[in-house]
Nanobody
Framework: QLQFVESGGGLVQPGGSLRLSCAVS????????IGWFRQAPGKEDEGVSC????????YYADSVKGRFTISLENGKNTAYLQMNSLKPEDTAVYYC??????????????????WGQGTQVTVSS
C-alpha cells in the first residue's frame, strides 16, 4: 500500500515562493512517474507537473511553465516542487501522486495514478 508524506504548503503573498516535498513508500517499481495535480474550488483537477523516474523527463502545465521546477531524488522516492512567482490563481490543494511506468502523460485522471492527502497552497495578500 502506497504511503505519501507531503509537506511545504502554506500561505504566501503574490510573487512569493514555496517548496513542496513528497516522499512515497510502499512500492517497488522500477519505473514510475511522480508529480502533482491541483484542485481549486469550482475547477477541474489540473496536472501541474510530473517527472519520469527513468530519464528525468519533465512536464509542466502551461500555467506554471517558467515558474515551477520539479525534481526527484530517485533512490529516496522523494520529489520536490519549487514554486516561484506565485500568483493568486495558483491557490489550490496540491496533491502528490505517482503512477507506475514512465512517460510524462499528465493531463487528467487516470494519468495521475494514486495520490496522497494533499496540501493547501494559498496565495494572497
Amino acid at each position: 500500500q502506497l504511503q505519501f508524506v507531503e509537506s511545504g504548503g502554506g500561505l504566501v503573498q503574490p510573487g512569493g515562493s514555496l517548496r513542496l516535498s513528497c516522499a512515497v513508500s510502499g512500492f517497488t517499481l522500477d519505473y514510475y512517474t511522480i508529480g502533482w495535480f491541483r484542485q481549486a474550488p469550482g475547477k477541474e483537477d489540473e496536472g501541474v507537473s510530473c517527472i519520469s523516474s527513468d530519464d528525468g523527463t519533465t512536464y509542466y502545465a502551461d500555467s506554471v511553465k517558467g515558474r515551477f521546477t520539479i525534481s526527484l531524488e530517485n533512490g529516496k522516492n522523494t520529489a520536490y516542487l519549487q514554486m516561484n512567482s506565485l500568483k493568486p490563481e495558483d491557490t489550490a490543494v496540491y496533491y502528490c501522486s505517482v503512477r507506475e511506468g514512465y512517460g510524462t502523460r499528465w493531463s487528467s485522471h487516470p494519468d495521475f495514478g494514486s495520490w496522497g492527502q494533499g496540501t493547501q497552497v494559498t496565495v494572497s495578500s
